[in-house]
C-alpha cells in the first residue's frame, strides 16, 4: 500500500498547481473516464453511489455494511475516522466489487480533527481570513491523514438569533463578514487542489436559510423575502461558489413553505442556473425521508422523487432507520414508472464520481496508516491554534486597564468558574475525535504562564446542566452527575472563600460545548444555573476580577458589562485554548479580534442586527420612540466591536474619486494610528449606506474590512475599493441586481458605530 501511496504522491506532485491549460485538459479527461465508467454501470450500481450511511464504530459492526460495498450499493459511507477501517472497507470497494470505484469518507470535520481550533464563530470574530485559511489547511491534512476525503464544512448560514445553538458553526450575521469567511474556508479545506494527499472536498451547507427558524428553534421553518434572501443569507454561499467548493448540503427546514431538501427553486434555480454551480447536493441526515415528516411528500418514494428531481444528488442515511435510503429503495423503482429518468440519475452520478475523481481517489484510494501519528502530533498544529485562538479572543471590557495582568504579581489567582478547568468544554462542539486530554484549561494555562511562585488555585464554584440532554451525549458520553444541594452549597461557599482570600480572580464562566451546536437551542440567553449569583457574590468582595467568557453564541452579560472591570470573549478556543487565553491575561498576547454578531443586552432585544433599515424613527433623532419603551434600543456591544491593550485613532479618510459612474470603481483610504503605548492590531472596518433607491437600505452595511499591526506610534494606510460588487444589491422593488445612481455615505472606523465619514456620489453610466 506504501508503493501506491508513494506514486500517488508523486502524480500529486506533478498535478498541482497546473497551469490554466492542463487543467482544463484534466478536466476533459475527468469527463471521458467519468463516462467511461457510467457506460459499464448498471441501474442498480448507479443507485449505489447516490447512496450514503453513517457507520458508527461505537454500535456498528464491518458486517452490516461490507455485503452491500462489495456489490456495490454504497457510495459513500460517514462518521468513520479508524484508518484501519477506513482502508478495510475501502479495500472491499475498489478489489472486490464490480467496477471498483472507491468509497467517499465523509466527516463533520468543522473547526479541526485532531487539533481543535477555534469554533467557526470564534474564528469569524479574528477577522481575519488567512488565519482561517491556514487553521483548515491543517483540519484537512489531519483529517485526509486518517482517509477522510471530504467534510461538511462550512456552514456559512448567517445567524441573526443567538437562541439559535448552531450560530456558533458560522460567522456570524454579516454576509459580507461571512462571504470572506466563506471563501477561506473553503480555500483552507481545497486549497487549489483536492487530490492533494492533505486537502479534502469542502461542503458548503445547509443550503439555503437554517440560521432563520422561527424563535431560534433549531430545524424550524424559516419565512425569508426574496430581497433578503439575495442580499443577506445567499451570499456566503455565492462566495464559497466562487472560491470553487465541490458540494452542498440542502437544509432540514422549510424555506418558505417548501422544505429546503425537495426545493427546486434553491438546488436548480439559483444554485445551477444562476450560480453554475458543478458540484454535487448532499441532503442532510435523513432530510429525504424527513419530507414525509414535515407534511410535503406522501411516502418514502414520493419523498425520494421531490428530492431527486429538486436537485439532491447524494441521500445522506442512517441505516437502519425506517426513513432511511429513500433513493437506494425507490429511485429504480421510479425510473420504471417514468417519473425519474435514467438521464436524471446520469446526472447524479457522474457529479460524484467526478468528485471522487477530482480527489485522486482511482490512483490513491488508501490511506498510510503508518503516518497518521506523525501528521497529527506535528508541533505545528498546536502553535497555529494557539495564534487561532489569541486573535479569535475580543475584549469587551479593560476599567482601569486591570488587564493584562503582571506575572509575578499578584501572587495569588483564584480561578472560579464550571467552564475553568473543563477541558470537554474549551473545545467546542464537533470535536469528536481529538485526544480530550491534551485540551488545555484555562487553570492550566494560567497555572503554565505564572510558574511556581504564584499560587493559583481552582474552585468550580456552581455545576450547570442542560434542562434537555444533548443528542450528542451518546458520542460524547455522559457528564458527570448534578451535585446534591449540599454539594451545591459547599461548592459555592468554598469558591467564595477561595476569591476572598485571594489577590486577584478570573471568573470563567458561560456554556458546556453542548448547550450551543445543533439541537441546542435555547429560549434565553442568560448564564446558566448560578453564575451570575456567583460572580454578583464574588464580585462584591471588591477584587480586582477578570471574567473569561467561554460559550457558543453572545449571552445576557448587561450585569457584568457595567460592574466587572474586564471581560474577555472567548468563545470555545479549542486545543490551546488555555495557552492562548493566559497569553491574553498576561500580556504575552494583545485580544485584536472584533465581534461578528451584534451583541443584545438580553433576549427580549432579539433579533437585532446592525444592517436593519431605518425607520420614520431613525435612531440619530432626538427622543427616538420606535423600539421599546422599557429598555435601550441600542445593543448592549455593537458589531465589530472589540478592544485592546493599546488605543487607535482613524483620520483622514478620504475617496480617491468622489463621484463615479455606475459600473466604475473607487478607492476609499483611511490612516489608522497606534496611539497607545503598546503594540497591537486594529481592524479597519468600511461601512456604507446607500441613501435613496428603488427600495430601502440598511442604515449601515460592512463592504470592507483588514486587521492590521501597529507598533507604538506606528500609523499605516488602509486602502479598500468599492466598486460593482460592493454597490450592487437585490431591490425587492425591481425584483433584480441592481446598481443605482445616489449618494452613499460612507463610514470607517474600529466597529459598526464608526463616526468618520464621508460621501459618494454614484451617477448614470
Ligand atoms: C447536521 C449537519 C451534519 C450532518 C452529518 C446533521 O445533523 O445538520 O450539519 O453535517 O448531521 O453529521
Given at each position: 500500500m506504501?508503493?501506491?501511496?508513494?506514486?500517488?504522491?508523486?502524480?500529486?506532485?506533478?498535478?498541482?498547481?497546473?497551469?490554466?491549460?492542463?487543467?482544463?485538459?484534466?478536466?476533459?479527461?475527468?469527463?471521458?473516464?467519468?463516462?467511461?465508467?457510467?457506460?459499464?454501470?448498471t441501474?442498480e450500481e448507479k443507485v449505489g453511489q447516490v447512496h450514503q450511511l453513517f457507520y458508527f464504530t461505537q454500535f456498528m459492526k464491518p458486517e452490516v455494511v461490507e455485503p452491500d460495498i462489495r456489490a456495490g450499493k454504497i457510495g459513500s459511507l460517514l462518521f468513520l475516522t479508524d484508518p484501519v477501517l477506513i482502508n478495510r472497507f475501502q479495500k472491499i470497494a475498489v478489489e472486490n466489487s464490480r467496477l471498483k470505484i472507491p468509497l467517499l469518507f465523509g466527516f463533520?470535520?468543522?473547526?479541526?480533527?485532531?487539533?481543535?481550533?477555534?469554533?467557526?464563530?470564534?474564528?469569524?470574530?479574528?477577522?481575519?481570513?488567512?488565519?482561517?485559511?491556514?487553521?483548515?489547511?491543517?483540519?484537512?491534512?489531519?483529517?485526509?491523514?486518517v482517509g477522510i476525503h471530504w467534510?461538511?464544512?462550512?456552514?456559512?448560514?448567517?445567524?441573526?438569533?443567538?437562541?439559535?445553538?448552531?450560530?456558533?458553526?458560522?460567522?456570524?450575521?454579516?454576509?459580507?463578514?461571512?462571504?470572506?469567511?466563506?471563501?477561506?474556508?473553503?480555500?483552507?479545506?481545497?486549497?487549489?487542489?483536492?487530490?492533494?494527499?492533505?486537502?479534502?472536498?469542502?461542503?458548503?451547507?445547509?443550503?439555503?436559510?437554517?440560521?432563520?427558524?422561527?424563535?431560534?428553534?433549531?430545524?424550524?421553518?424559516?419565512?425569508?423575502?426574496?430581497?433578503?434572501?439575495?442580499?443577506?443569507?445567499?451570499?456566503?454561499?455565492?462566495?464559497?461558489?466562487?472560491?470553487?467548493?465541490?458540494?452542498?448540503?440542502?437544509?432540514?427546514?422549510?424555506?418558505?413553505?417548501?422544505?429546503?431538501?425537495?426545493?427546486?427553486?434553491?438546488?436548480?434555480?439559483?444554485?445551477?442556473?444562476?450560480?453554475?454551480?458543478?458540484?454535487?447536493?448532499?441532503?442532510?441526515a435523513e432530510?429525504?425521508g424527513?419530507?414525509?415528516?414535515?407534511?410535503?411528500?406522501?411516502?418514502k418514494?414520493?419523498?425520494?422523487?421531490?428530492?431527486?428531481?429538486?436537485?439532491?444528488?447524494l441521500e445522506m442515511s442512517f441505516p437502519g432507520n425506517p426513513i432511511a435510503s429513500a433513493y437506494a429503495s425507490s429511485l429504480t423503482?421510479?425510473?420504471?414508472?417514468?417519473?425519474?429518468?435514467?438521464?436524471?440519475?446520469?446526472?447524479?452520478?457522474?457529479?460524484i464520481?467526478?468528485?471522487k475523481?477530482?480527489?485522486?481517489l482511482?490512483?490513491?484510494p488508501y490511506v498510510?496508516e503508518?503516518?497518521v501519528?506523525?501528521?497529527?502530533?506535528?508541533?505545528?498544529?498546536?502553535?497555529?491554534?494557539?495564534?487561532?485562538?489569541?486573535?479569535?479572543?475580543?475584549?469587551?471590557?479593560?476599567?482601569?486597564?486591570?488587564?493584562?495582568?503582571?506575572?509575578?504579581?499578584?501572587?495569588?489567582?483564584?480561578?472560579?468558574?464550571?467552564?475553568?478547568?473543563?477541558?470537554?468544554?474549551?473545545?467546542?462542539?464537533?470535536?469528536f475525535v481529538?485526544?480530550?486530554?491534551?485540551?488545555?484549561?484555562?487553570?492550566?494555562?494560567?497555572?503554565?504562564?505564572?510558574?511556581?511562585?504564584?499560587?493559583?488555585?481552582?474552585?468550580?464554584?456552581?455545576?450547570?446542566?442542560?434542562?434537555?440532554?444533548?443528542?450528542?451525549?451518546i458520542i460524547?458520553?455522559?457528564?458527570?452527575?448534578?451535585?446534591?444541594?449540599?454539594?451545591?452549597?459547599?461548592?459555592?461557599?468554598?469558591?467564595?472563600?477561595?476569591?476572598?482570600?485571594?489577590?486577584?480572580?478570573?471568573?470563567?464562566?458561560?456554556?458546556?460545548?453542548?448547550?450551543?451546536?445543533?439541537?441546542?437551542?435555547?429560549?434565553?440567553?442568560?448564564?446558566?444555573?448560578?453564575?451570575?449569583?456567583?460572580?454578583?457574590?464574588?464580585?462584591?468582595?471588591?477584587?480586582?476580577?477578570?471574567?473569561?467568557?467561554?460559550?457558543?453564541?453572545?449571552?445576557?452579560?448587561?450585569?457584568?458589562?457595567?460592574?466587572?472591570?474586564?471581560?474577555?470573549?472567548?468563545?470555545?478556543?479549542?486545543?490551546?485554548?488555555?495557552?492562548?487565553?493566559?497569553?491574553?491575561?498576561?500580556?504575552?498576547?494583545?485580544?485584536?479580534?472584533?465581534?461578528?454578531?451584534?451583541?443584545?443586552?438580553?433576549?427580549?432585544?432579539?433579533?437585532?442586527?446592525?444592517?436593519?433599515?431605518?425607520?420614520?424613527?431613525?435612531?440619530?433623532?432626538?427622543?427616538?420612540?420606535?423600539?421599546?419603551?422599557?429598555?435601550?434600543?441600542?445593543?448592549?456591544?455593537?458589531?465589530?466591536?472589540?478592544?485592546?491593550?493599546?488605543?487607535?485613532?482613524?483620520?483622514?479618510?478620504?475617496?480617491?474619486?468622489?463621484?463615479?459612474?455606475?459600473?466604475?470603481?473607487?478607492?476609499?483610504?483611511?490612516?489608522?494610528?497606534?496611539?497607545?503605548?503598546?503594540?497591537?492590531?486594529?481592524?479597519?472596518?468600511?461601512?456604507?449606506?446607500?441613501?435613496?433607491?428603488?427600495?430601502?437600505?440598511?442604515?449601515?452595511?460592512?463592504?470592507?474590512?483588514?486587521?492590521?499591526?501597529?507598533?507604538?506610534?506606528?500609523?499605516?494606510?488602509?486602502?479598500?475599493?468599492?466598486?460593482?460588487?460592493?454597490?450592487?444589491?437585490?431591490?425587492?422593488?425591481?425584483?433584480?441586481?441592481?446598481?443605482?445612481?445616489?449618494?452613499?455615505?460612507?463610514?470607517?472606523?474600529?466597529?459598526?458605530?464608526?463616526?468618520?465619514?464621508?460621501?459618494?456620489?454614484?451617477?448614470?453610466?
Amino acid at each position: 500500500m506504501r508503493a501506491k501511496v508513494a506514486v500517488g504522491l508523486v502524480m500529486m506532485l506533478v498535478l498541482f498547481d497546473l497551469p490554466v491549460t492542463a487543467r482544463s485538459r484534466q478536466s476533459q479527461s475527468i469527463d471521458r473516464r467519468v463516462e467511461a465508467l457510467l457506460s459499464q454501470m448498471t441501474l442498480e450500481e448507479k443507485v449505489g453511489q447516490v447512496h450514503q450511511l453513517f457507520y458508527f464504530t461505537q454500535f456498528m459492526k464491518p458486517e452490516v455494511v461490507e455485503p452491500d460495498i462489495r456489490a456495490g450499493k454504497i457510495g459513500s459511507l460517514l462518521f468513520l475516522t479508524d484508518p484501519v477501517l477506513i482502508n478495510r472497507f475501502q479495500k472491499i470497494a475498489v478489489e472486490n466489487s464490480r467496477l471498483k470505484i472507491p468509497l467517499l469518507f465523509g466527516f463533520d470535520v468543522i473547526h479541526g480533527f485532531h487539533t481543535i481550533f477555534p469554533v467557526p464563530l470564534a474564528m469569524a470574530s479574528s477577522w481575519d481570513p488567512a488565519l482561517v485559511e491556514q487553521a483548515q489547511t491543517i483540519a484537512a491534512r489531519e483529517a485526509r491523514a486518517v482517509g477522510i476525503h471530504w467534510t461538511f464544512a462550512p456552514m456559512v448560514d448567517i445567524a441573526r438569533d443567538p437562541r439559535w445553538g448552531r450560530i456558533v458553526e458560522g460567522a456570524g450575521e454579516d454576509p459580507f463578514l461571512g462571504s470572506r469567511m466563506a471563501a477561506a474556508h473553503v480555500r483552507g479545506f481545497q486549497g487549489t487542489d483536492p487530490s492533494s494527499p492533505d486537502r479534502v472536498l469542502a461542503c458548503m451547507k445547509h443550503f439555503a436559510g437554517y440560521g432563520a427558524g422561527n424563535g431560534g428553534r433549531d430545524y424550524d421553518s424559516a419565512y425569508i423575502a426574496d430581497a433578503e434572501l439575495y442580499n443577506v443569507y445567499l451570499p456566503p454561499f455565492k462566495a464559497a461558489v466562487d472560491a470553487g467548493v465541490g458540494s452542498a448540503m440542502s437544509a432540514y427546514m422549510d424555506l418558505n413553505d417548501v422544505p429546503a431538501t425537495g426545493n427546486a427553486f434553491l438546488l436548480r434555480d439559483v444554485l445551477r442556473k444562476q450560480w453554475g454551480f458543478k458540484g454535487f447536493v448532499v441532503s442532510d441526515a435523513e432530510a429525504v425521508g424527513n419530507l414525509v415528516t414535515h407534511g410535503f411528500a406522501e411516502d418514502k418514494s414520493d419523498a425520494a422523487y421531490r428530492a431527486f428531481t429538486a436537485g439532491v444528488d447524494l441521500e445522506m442515511s442512517f441505516p437502519g432507520n425506517p426513513i432511511a435510503s429513500a433513493y437506494a429503495s425507490s429511485l429504480t423503482k421510479l425510473i420504471a414508472e417514468g417519473r425519474v429518468t435514467k438521464a436524471q440519475l446520469d446526472e447524479a452520478v457522474r457529479r460524484i464520481l467526478a468528485a471522487k475523481f477530482k480527489l485522486g481517489l482511482f490512483e490513491n484510494p488508501y490511506v498510510d496508516e503508518s503516518r497518521v501519528a506523525a501528521i497529527h502530533n506535528n508541533p505545528e498544529h498546536r502553535r497555529l491554534a494557539r495564534v487561532a485562538a489569541q486573535r479569535s479572543t475580543v475584549l469587551l471590557r479593560n476599567d482601569g486597564n486591570l488587564l493584562p495582568l503582571a506575572k509575578g504579581d499578584p501572587k495569588s489567582v483564584a480561578v472560579i468558574g464550571p467552564l475553568a478547568d473543563s477541558k470537554r468544554d474549551i473545545r467546542g462542539s464537533w470535536s469528536f475525535v481529538d485526544d480530550i486530554n491534551s485540551a488545555v484549561t484555562v487553570l492550566e494555562g494560567i497555572r503554565a504562564k505564572v510558574g511556581s511562585s504564584v499560587k493559583v488555585e481552582f474552585a468550580p464554584g456552581v455545576d450547570i446542566a442542560r434542562v434537555y440532554p444533548s443528542p450528542f451525549g451518546i458520542i460524547q458520553g455522559p457528564r458527570s452527575a448534578p451535585w446534591t444541594e449540599t454539594q451545591k452549597r459547599a461548592e459555592f461557599e468554598k469558591a467564595v472563600s477561595l476569591a476572598r482570600s485571594s489577590d486577584v480572580v478570573v471568573m470563567v464562566l458561560g456554556e458546556h460545548e453542548d448547550m450551543s451546536g445543533e439541537a441546542a437551542s435555547q429560549s434565553s440567553i442568560e448564564l446558566p444555573g448560578r453564575q451570575l449569583e456567583l460572580l454578583k457574590t464574588i464580585s462584591g468582595l471588591g477584587k480586582p476580577l477578570v471574567l473569561v467568557l467561554i460559550n457558543g453564541r453572545p449571552l445576557d452579560i448587561s450585569w457584568a458589562a457595567s460592574n466587572v472591570s474586564a471581560i474577555l470573549e472567548a468563545w470555545h478556543p479549542g486545543t490551546e485554548g488555555g495557552n492562548a487565553i493566559a497569553d491574553i491575561l498576561y500580556g504575552d498576547a494583545t485580544p485584536g479580534g472584533k465581534l461578528p454578531v451584534t451583541w443584545p443586552r438580553s433576549a427580549a432585544q432579539i433579533p437585532i442586527y446592525y444592517a436593519h433599515n431605518i425607520t420614520q424613527e431613525p435612531e440619530t433623532k432626538k427622543n427616538f420612540t420606535s423600539r421599546y419603551w422599557d429598555i435601550p434600543s441600542s445593543p448592549l456591544y455593537p458589531f465589530g466591536y472589540g478592544l485592546s491593550y493599546t488605543t487607535f485613532s482613524f483620520s483622514n479618510l478620504r475617496v480617491s474619486k468622489p463621484e463615479i459612474k455606475v459600473g466604475e470603481s473607487t478607492e476609499v483610504s483611511v490612516d489608522v494610528e497606534n496611539t497607545g503605548r503598546r503594540a497591537g492590531e486594529e481592524v479597519a472596518q468600511l461601512y456604507i449606506h446607500q441613501r435613496y433607491g428603488s427600495a430601502s437600505r440598511p442604515v449601515r452595511e460592512l463592504k470592507g474590512f483588514e486587521r492590521v499591526a501597529l507598533a507604538p506610534g506606528q500609523k499605516k494606510t488602509v486602502r479598500f475599493t468599492l466598486g460593482k460588487s460592493e454597490l450592487t444589491y437585490w431591490s425587492g422593488a425591481v425584483r433584480e441586481w441592481v446598481q443605482e445612481p445616489a449618494v452613499f455615505d460612507l463610514w470607517v472606523g474600529s466597529d459598526a458605530t464608526a463616526s468618520l465619514t464621508t460621501t459618494l456620489r454614484v451617477v448614470k453610466r
